[in-house]
Structures are given as C-alpha cells and as structure tokens.
DNA sequence: CTTGCCCACTCGTCTATACGAGTAAGCGTG
DNA sequence: CACGCTTACTCGTATAGACGAGTGGGCAAG
C-alpha cells in the first residue's frame, strides 16, 4: 500500500491563506516529527505528492527545499528525498585539555573516539609558517608571522571538524611544534616543556551558515550550521601561546562546560 | 548608473558544468564578500538580473534562495533583497552567574544591555507548574512536576532569546521563585537564600536549524540556526537545582568560557 | 552465470507565463 | 496643504513543460 493512500498525509486547505507549498511542508514536517517516516526513510517521491496533492511539480520542490533547509530531509539525485538520520554526536567536556589527559600518547581526539567505539581519522594535515590574520595577531598579542596548523578530524569516515592552531614564532620555530607529528600529549605538551606552564583558556563560541568553502570541506548537508570556536591558550606569565580556530559540524557536536559559581 | 552596467557582476560561463543558478550565486555572494554590496544594501532586483544574464526569472530566485540559506542576503515583499546587516553581538561570559553579579537588584541581562547602550525588554513572562519532560525529569532527578519559568529577551526590540528555567516543586513552590518577579539578584539569589548554595553549573551546547515556532518567537530570518543551551545548577549537596533551557538566536550571540588548565 | 544494455524512476536544472500582493512615489482632487 | 488614488516596481506563489543525469532492476546476449 502507498503511504499516501494510507492517509499519512492529509488535504489542502484551499481556504487558509498559508500557501500551498508551506502547508505541503507543514504536513510532511509533522509526518516526520510524530515517527510516521523515520530516520533514513524516503519520503514520497515528488511525483508521487504531485498526484496526491494535484499541484504543480515545483510546488512540491518548494515544500522539500523548506524541509532541507531546517536541515530535516536530504535529497538523493536518482533516488529519493530520505529523512535525514541524526548522526551520533561527540560530546566535549571542558576539561579536555586538563594535564592529567594530556599524559598519554595519543592525541585527544583518537583516544575518545576508540572509547566511544568509533573509528578516528586525522587527515589534511598542514604545518608551515604564515602571516598572521588581523584577528589572529590581536589574539597573539601583535605577532606578524605565526606558525600555523592545520587539520581536519573524521569520525568513521566522516568529516567532523576542522581546525588551525596558530603559535607565535619566536615560541614554535625549531621546535617539535612544527613538525607533523609533535609527539606524546600534543602541542599543549610541548608548550610545557619549552617553559610555557598553561596557566587557562579562553574558547569563543558562535554558530552560523557555513561557507560553500566548509560546506566542502566538512560534507555538509543542508540545514546543517558550523560551531566556530576559538581557543586561547594563556601560559602562566598572562601570554596568549596558541590560538585555535575550530570550524565543527554542528550536528555531529556537544559542548559541555563545567563552571564554579563562585 | 546601473549597478549591472558598472561592472559588478560577471558573465555566466556557458562551458562550466557549474549550474548556472550557482554560478549567479557564486558572482553575487562574491561581490557582497568583497564589499561591493554592503550591510543593508539592496542588490539587483530579480528582473535587473533577468536581464543581466538572459536567464529566466526562477533561474534568478533559485540563486537568490541559495544566498538566503547561508543567511547572506533577505528578501523584503514589494522592495527588494538585501545584504543582510550583521546585528550586534551580545556576549554571555562564563562567569555571568557569580555572586558578585548578582548583588543589585536588575537582572544580568537588563544591566549588560545598559551597559551596552541598547535597550533591553522582558516579556512573555509566564511561571506555572508543569509536567517534567522526560529529559528534564532526568536532569533534575527523576522529579515528575516542576516550576517553570518562562521569558523572552529583547534588544532594542529584536527578540534574541527564549529562555525556561525549570526546578523542583519541594524547592519552588510557595517561595519567592514562584512569583512573577522573584526580587533582585533573581532565582539564583532566593535559591541561596532558601538555604541551596550553588556551587557550580553544567552547561551544554548545541547549534542547529530552528523550527518553525523558534523562527516565529525569535522573529529569525532565513539562514540563521539557533544555539541551544542548557544549564543545570548544582548546590554544594550535588543536587540539581534548576535547569535552564535557552534557544538564542545564533547572530546576536558570542559565547566565551575561560577555563583552568589544570 | 555473468556481462552489458535498456528502461523506468528519481531528482536537478531551466524556460515561459500568469496572477497576487506589498511598497513607495507621484499626481490630482478637495 | 492634506488626503487618497493610481501606477510602476518589487517579491511571492503557482502552473506546465522540457531535457539532463544518477540509480537500480530486469532482461537479453554471450
């Protein structure tokens, strides 16, 4: 049986003044938040609600183009307009950069995804010397040139996150922190070696529309915003060492932070 | 002079498989990006680009819905599409809640938006005792009724913020908390008072699309996700005291935690 | 059985047209 | 001068049709 002889969908009101294309996505909306499609489902094929409804094509495109940009349904050239699954989100706690997980040898990153039983990937990796953004400068404390790295992080397969640290020369250049590979306990660790004690951060958190660059980039969907966050590293002389600008998919995130009501 | 005659859009490339409604996109998000168009500016109309590019006019509005879903530009019935001006920020600090802020007697947020220059507003103000939800039944404890608090925050008339706290009926009911205006220093001081001292807060970050009700409330144009945040208060027994569930228009906000590096 | 082609179905792109409705400025009337 | 109407321009909604391109199943040839 179709489902829309089923009566998942309902009628037109051809007397409400809301248009046509809305209450068609009005309907589709409330079929998928009551479960009647779920997660991954397809949706009936935009032929298949030109007949139901009796409207133009484009009409029903309309509807769809609603849906995708609340970020609800996902089109599938060739096959269908499927109910967008909710992926598994990581979660961050504030006290991820605390010393006591930074004793290890794998980075934060590969560590909470093998515990959470999902398979991590670094990749895009870039380190080299550049010249300092305004923004970054002013973070850095008027620097001219940093060393800048960069990386994007996938979860099984999938592209999460993608992020830049920023480091002052006259603290990064010759040292392990531009390599590849800064070794055990990340740049953080290094930092604390050369003699900068991380005294705290300060993070910077905004959400909005991705550019067609992060859309690439992170394989966005419609309807999905970024997280921007931006992470300063104070050591304990008051002295901004890194800057890290982090660009996430926003459905696949949480943040989650601890504060003393003091 | 036109603005299509001066040079400020390009040609299409008839070879590139690059549709041609994203190639009209890719000219104008280039041109807003680079300031031809500025914050307000009104851009072509639909029919100056009809004739700029010899294409038809849902050729055109399909560029103009692209623009709309990264939240660049707006439309506005019977005058044009706009660059969409970035409003001003509000910044929520980490350390918003501390005692020391709650000493007189205005709200944070009345005394931040004075401080800012703009003018605050509170309304939608409604507190009554409710079911729990399930997920907040779980945060505050496996309580089944609770005290809801609820209000919208306004800047100079814009609506940014939806906010509900939720606590315990054993601790809320009866007290000051119940009443419309708890008093200066607002719930978290009677809840202090009542002998609950805080000791420290959760919070929980996420960013997505808004529905259609928060698009509604929040007056939100297209293009622009909502951060949702949920805080829930601990006092020095460990007992969740109140949650607090916060939808905040994702253009009128920066959030910024400092954290210890311990 | 395997390979490869065809076909039906899907969404993507684009054209052309029509009418409705909000906006703002100009113009004429009182 | 003030008010109200007209008009031109704007975007909003909807129809009908055409062709392209990705997907997957079925069928026929090898």
Redesign the pocket.
């Given at each position: 049986m179709s489902p829309l002889s089923s009566g998942l969908l309902g009628d037109l009101d051809p007397t409400s003044d809301r248009?046509?294309?809305?209450?068609i996505a009005d309907q589709l909306r409330e079929a998928i938040d009551r479960g009647r499609f779920r997660e991954g489902e397809?949706?009936?094929?935009?032929?298949?609600l030109v007949d139901h409804y009796?409207?133009?094509?484009?009409?029903v495109?309309?509807s769809?183009s609603i849906l995708q940009g609340e970020g609800l349904v996902h089109?599938?050239?060739?096959?269908?307009?499927f109910v967008r699954p909710r992926p598994p989100v990581r979660r961050l706690a504030s006290d991820r950069f605390a010393r006591r997980h930074r004793e290890q040898g794998k980075s934060a990153f590969i560590v909470e995804a093998d515990a959470a039983g999902s398979h991590p990937q670094v990749d895009s990796l870039e380190v080299k010397e550049e010249k300092a953004s305004q923004d970054i400068s002013t973070r850095l404390g008027s620097v001219r040139r940093v060393l800048a790295r960069r990386r994007r992080y996938l979860l099984d397969g999938r592209p999460v996150e993608f992020a830049t640290s920023y480091l002052p020369l006259d603290i990064a250049r010759g040292t392990p922190i531009a390599e590849p590979n800064p070794g055990p306990g990340g740049i953080y660790a290094r930092l604390e070696e050369l003699g900068h004690r991380l005294d705290h951060f300060e993070e910077e958190i905004r959400a909005r529309m991705p550019s067609p660059a992060e859309v690439k980039t992170l394989h966005l969907a419609a309807g999905v915003p970024v997280i921007h966050l931006v992470r300063t590293a104070f050591d304990s002389d008051g002295r901004p060492v890194e800057v890290c600008d982090t660009v996430m998919a926003a459905d696949a995130y949480v943040l989650s932070y601890q504060l003393p009501a003091t």
């Open positions: 248009a046509v294309f809305r209450q397809k949706l009936p094929s935009e032929a298949e009796g409207v133009s094509r484009m009409t495109r309309n769809f089109a599938e050239h060739g096959k269908g307009v």
